[in-house]
């Protein structure tokens, strides 16, 4: 492990001398909440001087979270303090609203999902082919109401419908067209998300991650992003991308909720925004995935919302739009199944195998080993696009890159199909009913199927390391599930090839007698491999499981699946700690602490602690105007400044308050009470013993930490995983001896990635 105190020279504006910081700085905190005082009769006093007013936070900042809650508390009990019928139905309403909010959420995103899959689902199909009665059918549509087996002469390809019948012309025109309109749709999400909303691009989670543990982002989540993401997103993925659909609803679902609080007039602080988006958030898994149990856990393992005070509360919520969701997108039913089930495994063994532990085992071990790769070459591909000239060329990347995956693509069977229909046939068992996948099913060709899997999985896991991370919207838990499920079914298919040509070897005496009757079922394999896969590359668990068996409808091989995603972990961790998100968040560099425990090697708080010579502090030596100290509140951009009396320590003031207070009395001082050579002080006694100076104690932060520079430094980081704190002052007998930022602990934690703030900055 990398010396703290070695890390901390790397830290980007830990020189306090400087006036200037990044704008990215999560401790150049703009503003602050109402404050709040305990009078003796034990009440709350609030503060309604305007210098306490809450002032809007600025981009790229991070919030308060004990004033926010502090603010929450205040509003409840000033809506429950009203009397007569005001004071009944004032709360009442209140809540009213943010049901309101949270259920038109839930509708809205479920039909927003649906409609989504059905635009995609029709452009992709218009790639290869057309309805010959109505153009805006996609291919099921046309062809709904045939038997099983029966032959749907509705719809054409382009060769057919121009009536070509030669074979190198067909073949032609089809690679044509299909590369073209690859092309077209690639390149029109490209522009629209570099013309309209820069932020619409990649999935969103990592920066939704950031924002729910208070980072400020409005930007983020605008009208724009949000419809551009999802029309940028439908382009997208029906272009042939090596992507998919499901975390960029996770976004869609959080800048609806966000739009629709605006709209209602939802009055609600930071905090209690959070725990909104969080709810939405789960609502975006559960019509992704058409998992709402999924979308819950999702919320709580993957997006920490368990670091909210309430999470109970944050649950509660989470589960009542995740369900209407879920029901919204069965109601529009797009993809005419009547089910939300998505990829659903049928015609296999109810039961399994001891045997069957091994591969599923190895499945395991590779979904791990792979996962950690895809991390390491998407992280490389970025950090090289950062660095060179693609950077200043987005969209004649996406042009380019998406011409090349659909011509590779077009010469493999099993990438020509959309990433959906392919792991939708790599999860179905053999059924000469329903017809064979481009002879997946042939015995005859096992060799050749295992080869065109295998390469099927290497190809998809080089075009998503690069794929993922330009600048059209993109999900990567689609693109994983595929790469795991060729593996798996190939896996699959060697095992049950295996056990056909040895049915009396020991290993296989569990299986049935009748060699007609199928002991090894490799459409099951396929879905071991994806969660092996998505274990590997999200590092999710318990949320994980539940969203495949939700996904596949596989519920009697819900313990075999919690194997693949428990030792894929094993594998992945030991490879590297961090998910693809979590690399992601610190390349970034966003204000974001990982839930997960941090081990010190003996370390203490003194190690990483700004020593306080170097920090920018205020003195208060009563001898200095008003003035003075607004000149130095206007040059120091940092979030706020120590307040000391010689070396003993006073307290903490927050810059933008400070700011605020000190214009005000100086614009408002038009009878000349006070004038900008006034001193000051931010002492109580001082005030009282000398009425000539101007007490601004009620500015000191009355929030602040302090602890001693010799405290572990273990239990330092866990403090401000824990109580989301934003800094902790260090003194030592009354004398200030040192500071420690929410920043400087989240480079603590991430130094070990070897791209830690790399594309920072970078939008």
């Given at each position: 492990?990398q010396?703290?105190?070695?890390s901390?020279?790397n830290?980007?504006?830990?020189?306090?001398?400087?006036?200037?910081?990044?704008t990215?700085?999560?401790?150049?905190?703009?503003?602050?909440?109402?404050?709040?005082?305990?009078?003796?009769?034990?009440?709350?006093s609030?503060?309604?001087?305007?210098?306490?007013?809450?002032?809007?936070?600025?981009?790229?900042?991070?919030?308060?979270?004990?004033r926010?809650?502090?603010?929450?508390?205040?509003r409840?009990?000033?809506?429950?303090a009203?009397?007569g019928?005001?004071?009944?139905?004032?709360?009442?309403?209140?809540?009213a609203r943010?049901?309101?909010?949270?259920?038109?959420?839930?509708?809205?995103?479920?039909?927003?999902g649906?409609w989504l899959d059905?635009?995609?689902?029709?452009?992709?199909?218009?790639?290869?082919g057309?309805?010959?009665?109505?153009?805006?059918?996609?291919q099921?549509?046309?062809?709904?109401?045939?038997?099983?087996g029966?032959?749907?002469?509705e719809?054409?390809?382009?060769?057919?419908?121009?009536?070509?019948?030669?074979?190198?012309?067909?073949?032609?025109?089809?690679?044509?067209?299909?590369?073209?309109?690859?092309i077209?749709?690639?390149?029109?999400a490209?522009?629209?998300?570099?013309?309209?909303?820069?932020?619409?691009?990649?999935t969103?989670i990592?920066?939704?991650?950031a924002?729910?543990?208070g980072?400020?982002?409005?930007?983020?989540?605008?009208?724009?992003?949000?419809?551009?993401?999802?029309?940028?997103?439908?382009?997208?993925?029906?272009?042939?991308?090596?992507?998919?659909?499901?975390?960029?609803?996770?976004?869609?679902?959080?800048?609806?909720?966000?739009?629709?609080a605006?709209?209602?007039?939802?009055?609600?602080n930071?905090?209690q925004?959070?725990?909104?988006?969080?709810?939405?958030?789960?609502?975006?898994v559960?019509?992704?995935?058409?998992?709402?149990?999924?979308g819950?856990?999702?919320?709580?393992e993957?997006?920490?919302?368990?670091?909210?005070?309430?999470?109970?509360?944050?649950?509660?919520?989470?589960?009542?739009?995740?369900?209407?969701?879920?029901?919204?997108?069965?109601?529009?039913?797009?993809?005419?199944?009547?089910?939300l089930?998505?990829?659903?495994?049928?015609a296999?063994?109810?039961t399994?195998?001891?045997?069957?532990?091994?591969?599923?085992?190895m499945?395991?071990?590779?979904?791990?080993?792979v996962?950690?790769?895809?991390?390491?070459?998407?992280?490389?591909?970025?950090v090289?696009?950062?660095?060179?000239?693609?950077?200043?060329?987005?969209?004649?990347?996406?042009?380019?890159?998406?011409?090349l995956?659909?011509?590779v693509?077009?010469?493999?069977?099993?990438?020509?199909?959309?990433?959906?229909?392919?792991?939708?046939?790599?999860?179905q068992?053999?059924?000469?009913?329903?017809?064979?996948?481009?002879?997946?099913?042939?015995?005859?060709?096992?060799?050749?199927?295992?080869?065109?899997?295998v390469?099927?999985?290497?190809?998809?896991?080089?075009?998503?390391?690069?794929?993922?991370?330009m600048?059209?919207?993109?999900?990567i838990?689609?693109?994983?599930?595929?790469?795991?499920?060729?593996?798996?079914?190939?896996?699959?298919?060697?095992?049950?090839?295996?056990?056909?040509?040895?049915?009396?070897?020991?290993?296989?005496a569990?299986?049935?007698?009748?060699?007609?009757?199928?002991?090894?079922?490799?459409g099951?394999?396929?879905?071991?491999?994806?969660?092996?896969?998505?274990?590997?590359?999200?590092?999710?668990?318990v949320?994980?499981?539940?969203?495949?068996?939700?996904?596949?409808?596989?519920?009697?091989?819900?313990?075999?699946?919690?194997?693949s995603?428990?030792?894929?972990?094993?594998?992945?961790?030991?490879?590297?700690?961090?998910?693809?998100?979590?690399?992601?968040?610190?390349?970034?560099?966003?204000?974001w602490l990982?839930?997960?425990?941090?081990?010190?090697?003996?370390?203490?708080?003194?190690?990483?602690?700004?020593?306080?010579?170097?920090?920018?502090?205020?003195?208060?030596?009563?001898?200095?105007s008003?003035?003075?100290?607004?000149?130095?509140?206007?040059?120091?951009?940092?979030h706020?400044?120590?307040?000391?009396?010689?070396?003993?320590?006073?307290?903490?003031?927050?810059?933008?308050?400070?700011?605020a207070?000190?214009?005000?009395?100086?614009t408002?001082?038009v009878?000349?009470?006070l004038?900008?050579?006034q001193?000051?002080?931010?002492?109580?006694?001082?005030?009282?013993?000398?009425?000539?100076?101007?007490?601004l104690?009620?500015l000191l932060?009355?929030?602040?930490?302090?602890?001693?520079?010799?405290v572990?430094l273990?239990?330092?980081?866990n403090m401000?995983?824990?109580?989301?704190?934003?800094?902790?002052?260090?003194?030592?007998?009354?004398?200030?001896?040192?500071?420690?930022?929410?920043?400087?602990?989240?480079?603590?934690?991430t130094?070990?990635?070897?791209?830690?703030?790399?594309?920072?900055?970078?939008?």
């Amino acid at each position: 492990m990398q010396d703290p105190s070695s890390s901390r020279q790397n830290i980007p504006w830990f020189n306090a001398q400087s006036s200037t910081h990044h704008t990215n700085n999560p401790d150049t905190f703009t503003s602050t909440s109402p404050s709040f005082e305990l009078l003796e009769n034990g009440t709350l006093s609030h503060e309604t001087d305007a210098a306490q007013a809450s002032v809007p936070y600025a981009e790229g900042t991070t919030i308060d979270w004990h004033r926010e809650e502090a603010a929450e508390r205040e509003r409840k009990r000033n809506l429950h303090a009203q009397s007569g019928l005001r004071g009944l139905m004032a709360p009442i309403l209140d809540s009213a609203r943010m049901w309101l909010v949270i259920i038109l959420t839930g509708i809205g995103i479920g039909i927003a999902g649906a409609w989504l899959d059905i635009l995609v689902k029709w452009l992709g199909d218009l790639r290869e082919g057309r309805c010959a009665h109505n153009l805006f059918y996609n291919q099921v549509a046309c062809c709904s109401g045939l038997d099983p087996g029966e032959v749907c002469k509705e719809w054409q390809t382009w060769s057919e419908y121009f009536g070509i019948s030669s074979i190198l012309g067909s073949s032609l025109l089809q690679a044509w067209v299909y590369t073209s309109l690859a092309i077209l749709f690639a390149g029109g999400a490209a522009v629209l998300v570099v013309t309209y909303a820069p932020y619409a691009f990649h999935t969103g989670i990592p920066e939704i991650k950031a924002i729910l543990r208070g980072y400020v982002f409005d930007a983020f989540l605008s009208r724009w992003t949000l419809l551009i993401k999802a029309l940028g997103l439908a382009l997208a993925v029906a272009s042939g991308l090596s992507l998919g659909k499901e975390g960029p609803l996770v976004h869609v679902a959080c800048c609806m909720a966000f739009l629709f609080a605006r709209m209602f007039r939802l009055k609600y602080n930071e905090s209690q925004k959070r725990k909104l988006l969080a709810a939405a958030a789960s609502a975006g898994v559960s019509v992704a995935f058409g998992s709402p149990l999924g979308g819950v856990l999702f919320g709580l393992e993957e997006l920490d919302t368990f670091a909210f005070s309430n999470e109970i509360d944050v649950m509660w919520r989470g589960f009542v739009t995740s369900v209407i969701a879920a029901v919204s997108l069965q109601w529009v039913d797009p993809f005419g199944t009547a089910k939300l089930v998505l990829f659903q495994v049928t015609a296999g063994s109810d039961t399994w195998r001891a045997f069957e532990l091994v591969p599923w085992l190895m499945l395991a071990v590779i979904g791990g080993l792979v996962g950690s790769l895809l991390i390491r070459l998407n992280a490389a591909a970025a950090v090289y696009r950062r660095n060179s000239s693609i950077h200043e060329w987005p969209v004649l990347e996406v042009v380019g890159f998406s011409a090349l995956t659909a011509t590779v693509c077009y010469l493999v069977v099993f990438l020509r199909v959309q990433s959906s229909e392919l792991v939708s046939n790599l999860f179905q068992e053999c059924d000469p009913i329903k017809g064979d996948f481009h002879g997946l099913c042939n015995p005859t060709a096992v060799w050749r199927n295992v080869f065109l899997l295998v390469l099927t999985a290497a190809v998809k896991v080089l075009l998503t390391a690069w794929t993922f991370g330009m600048m059209v919207p993109a999900g990567i838990f689609l693109p994983t599930i595929a790469i795991g499920a060729c593996i798996g079914r190939a896996m699959g298919i060697l095992t049950q090839e295996l056990q056909r040509a040895y049915p009396a070897a020991w290993i296989f005496a569990s299986c049935p007698p009748d060699p007609t009757v199928r002991c090894v079922s490799p459409g099951f394999y396929g879905v071991v491999g994806a969660a092996a896969m998505l274990g590997g590359v999200t590092r999710m668990t318990v949320s994980l499981v539940v969203i495949v068996f939700e996904l596949t409808g596989a519920l009697s091989h819900v313990l075999p699946i919690m194997i693949s995603v428990v030792v894929s972990k094993w594998v992945a961790d030991a490879l590297g700690k961090d998910g693809i998100y979590s690399v992601w968040i610190a390349m970034r560099q966003y204000p974001w602490l990982p839930p997960s425990e941090y081990r010190d090697q003996g370390q203490i708080a003194g190690q990483i602690m700004k020593p306080a010579h170097d920090l920018i502090v205020v003195v208060d030596d009563q001898t200095t105007s008003l003035k003075e100290l607004l000149d130095f509140a206007r040059k120091h951009g940092f979030h706020g400044f120590p307040v000391v009396s010689g070396e003993m320590l006073v307290g903490f003031v927050v810059r933008e308050k400070l700011r605020a207070h000190l214009e005000r009395l100086i614009t408002e001082d038009v009878d000349g009470a006070l004038n900008e050579t006034q001193q000051w002080t931010f002492i109580k006694s001082a005030a009282r013993a000398n009425p000539e100076l101007v007490n601004l104690s009620s500015l000191l932060d009355e929030a602040v930490l302090q602890l001693r520079k010799e405290v572990p430094l273990q239990l330092v980081v866990n403090m401000f995983q824990k109580m989301n704190l934003r800094h902790v002052l260090f003194s030592q007998a009354g004398k200030l001896t040192g500071l420690v930022t929410k920043t400087d602990i989240v480079w603590l934690v991430t130094a070990h990635l070897p791209h830690t703030g790399a594309l920072a900055g970078e939008i």
